[in-house]
Nanobody
Framework: QVQFMESGGGLVQPGGSLRLSCASA????????AAWVRQAPGKQREMVAS???????YYADFVKGRFTISRDNTENTVYLQMNTLEPEDTAVYYC?????????????WGQGTQVTVSS
């Protein structure tokens, strides 16, 4: 069974850094598209960053210059390096992946990882 699982969240002080990982399990041929999405308490989910198959990246304005999305094609893992974290970045972070599985593109969500930025 294919699944993606986030890790790397935690409690960090303002200005600190965290690196989130979205690791795959199961027989995945490739990742066509991946995105990090976050949801803060009482707010809707919002796109943070994405990376396409050819490696084209997108960042929401509120993370530009602070976050970096990357992908390991060998391990079928997606990362989100988060620097200069702010209290407003506190949220549950989810990865959303379009992966090629058994010849078809399928969409997967991870279970989420909590990021809390507080002094």
């Amino acid at each position: 069974q294919v699944q993606f699982m986030e890790s790397g969240g935690g409690l960090v002080q303002p200005g600190g850094s965290l690196r989130l990982s979205c690791a795959s399990a199961g027989n995945i041929e490739s990742i066509n598209f991946a995105a990090w999405v976050r949801q803060a308490p009482g707010k809707q989910r919002e796109m943070v960053a994405s990376i396409s198959g050819p490696g084209i990246v997108y960042y929401a304005d509120f993370v530009k210059g602070r976050f970096t999305i990357s992908r390991d094609n060998t391990e079928n893992t997606v990362y989100l390096q988060m620097n200069t974290l702010e209290p407003e970045d506190t949220a549950v972070y989810y990865c959303n992946v379009n992966a090629m599985v058994s010849g078809s593109v399928r969409n997967y969500w991870g279970q989420g990882t909590q990021v809390t930025v507080s002094s």
